[in-house]
């Protein structure tokens, strides 16, 4: 049983280009969270989606991130016209139902900006 | 605005002793609790949880501990193993289901 996969696990990326982040979520999960941990600092909540739809989206950057959960294939979050400070881990979590649920994270996927 | 607050970056103990790593919180709207675990270059994984109905769960040698007039939840590990050497998460949900993390604590399980 396949836990939370995502990649690419580490992706270079020079100033001005995007970044696409992929996540599945664990088997039988329809709620996808994905995080940011900025260096020396904790998580932070970025977005949160069902298939299809974005639930919340309040911790996400106005301009130049997006993120969606299409019906079929994998969770992606897109950074365009990435800047030095978008370096960082971004994690992706799922779960069954929200609320009272617990969210298992992917090992997540390391932004470096050149 | 940090509305879980880790006020420990980092606990120290003797293995085979008791860690108690601490967290507290400021929106009495939180209703689920949780503590992750993180390895460096890993992702959080989950160790125990509670709901805000209760006042403690264990889970073999992890209890984690909730006063919620004092808005203050506890883990405790006992006893504590060299592999317990980690970075602890404290994360608390609101009705919406997302998490808001603290800043983490690093237990360092000495020999």
């Known amino acids: 049983n396949a836990g939370v996969m995502q990649n690419p696990r580490h992706l270079v990326r020079r100033r001005g280009q995007e970044a696409r982040l992929r996540c599945s979520p664990m088997k039988g999960h329809s709620h996808v969270y994905w995080y940011r941990q900025l260096p020396e600092e904790g998580l932070k909540f970025m977005v949160y989606l069902q298939k299809e739809n974005i639930i919340d989206e309040s911790g996400m950057p106005k301009e130049r991130f997006s993120a969606e959960f299409p019906k079929e294939g994998p969770s992606i979050l897109r950074i365009q016209q990435v800047v030095r400070g978008d370096s960082a881990a971004y994690f992706c979590?799922?779960?069954?139902?929200?609320?009272?649920?617990?969210?298992?994270f992917g090992p997540g996927t390391r932004l470096t900006v050149l | 605005d940090q509305q879980v607050k880790q006020n420990s970056p980092s606990l120290s103990v003797q293995e085979g002793r008791i860690s108690i790593l601490n967290c507290d919180y400021t929106?009495?709207?939180?209703?689920?609790f949780l503590w992750y675990k993180k390895y460096p270059a890993e992702g959080p994984t989950f160790l125990i949880s509670?709901?805000?109905?209760?006042d403690k769960n264990e889970d073999g040698r992890f209890t984690v501990f909730l006063n919620k007039s004092a808005k203050h939840l506890s883990l405790h590990i006992v006893p504590s193993q060299p592999g317990d050497s980690a970075v602890y998460f404290c994360a608390a949900s609101d009705s919406w289901g997302k998490l808001q993390f603290g800043a983490g604590t690093q237990v360092v399980v000495t020999p």
């Open positions: 929106n009495s709207m939180f209703d689920y």
């Open positions: 979590a799922s779960s069954i139902q929200r609320q009272t649920d617990t969210q298992y």
């Open positions: 509670i709901s805000s109905i209760k």
